[in-house]
T-cell receptor, first 112, second 109 residues
């Protein structure tokens, strides 16, 4: 089945540790996105990538980093510089800017 | 600034019809999406409107008026499984997707 996988579904980390969230897609889509969602709020864009080896900051990129070395993979690192990292993180992919985005199941990160 | 407004929460009865409104002020317009998101899960695509008018898809319909900066999602024959948040998102002139905060729909028996 074509889709997007994110792992793990739940992740716990101590404050001050970096953590990397994985996102893999087999949809053969060029564009990939990382969003953060806090309780009762909409999606906020962290980073996006339209093509391999290229990515742009979204609205809330501070404290996060990404890489796009392969079309299928777009990992997100939450660094210790992110002041409030506990949130639900969603990865998405689309065929292009005016196409629907397909979402992975999400990773719920809790920093203790 | 860019802004998308949706009601925070709505309540409806099983079997009834509900209309969820979305108004937007964005720098340009290249289309509008509606997504459904169940609690703790990922959003799933419902509809896409780029031209004025009504798009019908089964029990769900979506309407767009570009001149008014307005869209609505109409859900008919409500079922308990329709309890979810409904997210409106607009593609602006830079092809950036601007998301609303979502409307939590509560269905009562």
């Amino acid at each position: 089945d074509g889709g997007i996988t994110q792992s793990p579904k739940y992740l716990f980390r101590k404050e001050g540790q970096n953590v990397t969230l994985s996102c893999e897609q087999n949809l053969n889509h060029d564009a990939m996105y990382w969003y953060r969602q806090d309780p009762g709020q909409g999606l906020r864009l962290i980073y996006y990538s339209q093509i391999v080896n290229d990515f742009q900051k979204g609205d809330i990129a501070e404290g996060y980093s990404v890489s796009r070395e392969k079309k299928e993979s777009f990992p997100l690192t939450v660094t210790s510089a992110q002041k409030n990292p506990t949130a639900f993180y969603l990865c998405a992919a689309s065929a292009g800017e005016v196409w629907e985005q397909f979402f992975g199941p999400g990773t719920r990160l809790t920093v203790l | 600034g860019q802004n998308i407004d949706q009601p925070t929460e709505m309540t409806a009865t099983e079997g009834a019809i509900v209309q969820i409104n979305c108004t937007y002020q964005t720098s340009g317009f290249n289309g509008l999406f509606w997504y459904q998101q169940h609690a703790g899960e990922a959003p799933t695509f419902l509809s896409y409107n780029v031209l004025d008018g009504l798009e019908e898809k089964g029990r769900f319909s979506s309407f767009l008026s570009r001149s008014k900066g307005y869209s609505y999602l109409l859900l008919k024959e409500l079922q308990m499984k329709d309890s979810a948040s409904y997210l409106c998102a607009v593609i602006d002139s830079n092809y950036q997707l601007i998301w609303g905060a979502g409307t939590k729909l509560i269905i009562k028996p």
